[in-house]
């Protein structure tokens, strides 16, 4: 692949609650990308614990600090605000436990600016939703070999979510009555949203993430799995009553209680 720098500005967000040291690796391999290829992006660290110094220098970087925690949501709706508010094109919010391919942020941006209609993109990962795995997985994303390839999807996990502020400005704000807390299921949510107004999900077989999974969760003793599957099924269920685990790809076996991931019998067949 011959990649060509990218027209589009991007905002690149990474929400963090203490775990400075995960917060710094990925970092590490943002600022290592060819700046060349997105030469209109910037990278901001949402500080909500409020003691985060950032152990890398790079003029691309900052820290954004609102003085409470704004938790995954409002971070991500803090960082979707500020980007239509500043013009810009595209906003990528990464958790601060994952571990990035080489230039990732420019091949999920491509993704949106080549998929017409796509709301969000998301690259192939190692985590918990069978659609979005990479197939086999590799441990280190230095190893990851990409390809020029999209797959429509009926939503994106999360973890590594690229919106399209174009359409951000016709579907407004990730939803925070119905997934209050922590913002479990409003990926699931506003990929809904999208596909109603005749927008899509895609995943990037060009980018790779690894995700440590719960690294900051498993310091916080209340917040446990359990705790996270009410979120998305109690916000779910309000929202879109009792078919929306069909409109989402799913079956009824979908989210059982006390899970570690999805299986194949989650999924709908045919």
Not at 21 to 26: F, G, I
Not at 170 to 184: C, I, K, M, N, Q
């Amino acid at each position: 692949m011959n990649p060509a720098p990218l027209a589009q500005s991007v905002l690149i967000v990474i929400p963090a609650y203490g775990s400075a040291a995960l917060t710094d690796a990925v970092l590490g391999d943002l600022v290592r990308d060819d700046r060349d290829l997105l030469p209109h992006s910037r990278i901001v660290v949402v500080d909500n614990r409020g003691d985060y110094e950032p152990a890398v220098t790079d003029d691309r970087v900052s820290v954004y600090r609102s003085g409470e925690n704004l938790r995954w949501i409002g971070s991500t709706n803090w960082a979707l605000a500020d980007a239509a508010e500043r013009g810009e094109d595209v906003c990528l919010v990464l958790n601060n436990d994952t571990r990035l391919s080489a230039d990732l942020p420019y091949w999920v941006s491509l993704g949106l600016a080549e998929c017409d209609g796509a709301a969000v993109a998301a690259p192939c990962y190692d985590d918990f939703w069978l659609h979005q795995r990479l197939r086999p997985p590799v441990d280190d994303p230095a190893d990851f070999a990409p390809a020029r390839a999209y797959r429509d999807v009926p939503f994106c996990d999360g973890t590594g979510l690229a919106f399209s502020i174009a359409a951000y400005r016709e579907l407004g704000p990730l939803d925070t009555v119905a997934f209050p807390r922590h913002g479990y299921g409003a990926d699931i949510d506003y990929s809904l949203r999208a596909r109603d107004a005749g927008m899509r999900a895609v995943i990037t077989e060009s980018a790779y993430l690894t995700h440590l999974r719960r690294g900051t969760m498993n310091g916080l003793p209340e917040e446990t799995r359990e705790r996270a599957r009410l979120e998305i099924v109690d916000g779910m269920d309000a929202k879109w009553g009792a078919d929306w685990r069909a409109r989402a790809g799913l079956s009824e076996h979908a989210f059982p209680p006390h899970n570690f991931g999805s299986a194949g019998s989650w999924y709908r067949s045919g």
